[in-house]
């Protein structure tokens, strides 16, 4: 586990909400005009499942510690990392730039690599744990 990062565990939702008050401002600014909840609704919209995406790449990695994602799951692909795992190198990569796990079976298969490998790297990462419920907004 990286020892750099084993403090507090940030709140997702936190984070999130705080991006999406950035999000807010900016584009209001660029109106003119305060846009309100249609701001943040825009936000959640567009950003929610790629942010919960990299929050999960970022706890299993070793990055930073979510509360939502669970605390054994926290590092766990730290070591392989500094091992230099090239795999696992390739496909972090390929999640951190949204392809999904079937996408990387296909990729997996048309270069032949080693489909068990992959499989257990897969379920390793589990990045459709990163598929949480976002914040509700009132209509």
Do not use: T
Not at 29 to 54: I, N
Not at 78 to 92: M, S
Not at 93 to 115: F, K, Q, V, Y
């Amino acid at each position: 586990m990286n020892p750099l990062c084993e403090g507090m565990a940030y709140s997702l939702y936190d984070e999130a909400l705080a991006e999406a008050l950035r999000h807010k401002w900016i584009e209001s600014q660029k109106q003119g005009h305060d846009l309100g909840d249609a701001a943040l609704k825009d936000w959640f919209r567009r950003h929610w499942l790629p942010f919960c995406r990299e929050c999960r790449l970022q706890h299993i990695e070793g990055l930073r510690k979510w509360q939502e994602f669970a605390e054994h799951e926290f590092g766990q692909v730290y070591q392989l990392i500094l091992e230099g795992d090239l795999l696992l190198d390739r496909i972090l990569d390929r999640m951190e730039h949204g392809s999904d796990n079937l996408e990387i079976i296909n990729w997996g298969l048309a270069w032949g690599l080693p489909m068990p490998r992959v499989r257990y790297l897969l379920e390793l990462i589990d990045i459709n744990r990163a598929r949480l419920e976002p914040i509700a907004f009132p209509n």
